[in-house]
């Protein structure tokens, strides 16, 4: 059983246009945390978000939690090349931390 | 502050050789974690060490894979008699193992394993 499903698990759009990605799941976490992990790399944290309904701005990314710490969305305003990776969720809860399998996401220039 | 570090960055073994990778974590952190990722695929966990103890080694496989974080030096993760299924990336990450706190994970760069 996934606990982290992240949606969709693959996107491909033009420059300049604006997405959002989705991780979602039936348990509460007490933090949700973004990564990005380019082809040949570690994973990169972007940002933690700890409390329900937080709203997190990093440059033309927003990140969101949810009210019930369940669910978390990532937008990016005027997508650009650079973007491009794999964008993963991880839940904390307890002493573990769960990922999704991630978003595959490719900006065309 | 250096971040965390893995060596080799690239190994290849023969089916039946074993496996030694290392990782060093971020100054300062006392909590370890390995995870393995197959191409295109996320992170799968597989085990969770603090100095000279295993926390969570549920996502290991019960034979040939081990891991240690000694008192000193670096954590290693062990695979022996290694076959082709072990070709992977295998990832380890950091925390300060905060009490209580938010546990940010921070990575190392990887290290490709592929078995001949």
């Known amino acids: 059983t996934q606990l982290l499903e992240q949606s969709p698990q693959f996107l491909s759009i033009q420059e300049g246009e604006n997405l959002t990605v989705y991780c979602n799941s039936s348990?509460?976490?007490?933090?949700l945390q973004w990564y990005r992990q380019e082809p040949g790399e570690g994973p990169v944290l972007l940002v933690t978000?700890?409390?329900?309904?937080e709203v997190k701005k990093l440059k033309r990314l927003t990140f969101q939690f949810g009210d019930a710490r369940k669910d978390s969305s990532l937008h990016i305003t005027a997508a650009q090349p650079g973007d491009t990776g794999l964008y993963l969720c991880?839940?904390?809860?307890?002493?573990?931390?769960?990922f999704g399998k991630g978003t595959r996401l490719h900006i065309l220039p | 502050n250096a971040g965390v570090m893995q060596n080799p960055r690239h190994l290849v073994r023969r089916r039946g050789q074993e496996a030694r990778l290392r990782c060093s974590p971020m100054?300062?952190?006392?909590?370890v974690y390995w995870y393995r990722q197959l191409p295109e695929e996320g992170l799968k966990f597989m085990v969770y060490?603090?100095?000279?103890?295993?926390?969570?080694e549920s996502g290991m496989p019960k034979e040939r894979f081990s891991a240690e974080f000694p008192k000193e030096g670096p954590s290693i993760l062990r695979i022996q008699q290694v076959v082709r299924g072990d070709s992977a990336a295998y990832f380890c990450?950091?925390?300060?193992?905060?009490?209580?706190?938010?546990?940010?994970?921070?990575f190392g760069p990887g290290t490709r394993l592929t078995v001949l």
């Open positions: 100054k300062g952190h006392s909590h």
């Open positions: 978000v700890v409390t329900g309904g």
């Open positions: 060490l603090q100095k000279e103890n295993i926390i969570d």
């Open positions: 348990s509460v976490f007490s933090s």
């Open positions: 991880a839940g904390a809860r307890d002493d573990k931390i769960i």
């Open positions: 990450a950091s925390s300060p193992g905060l009490a209580g706190g938010m546990n940010e994970q921070f």
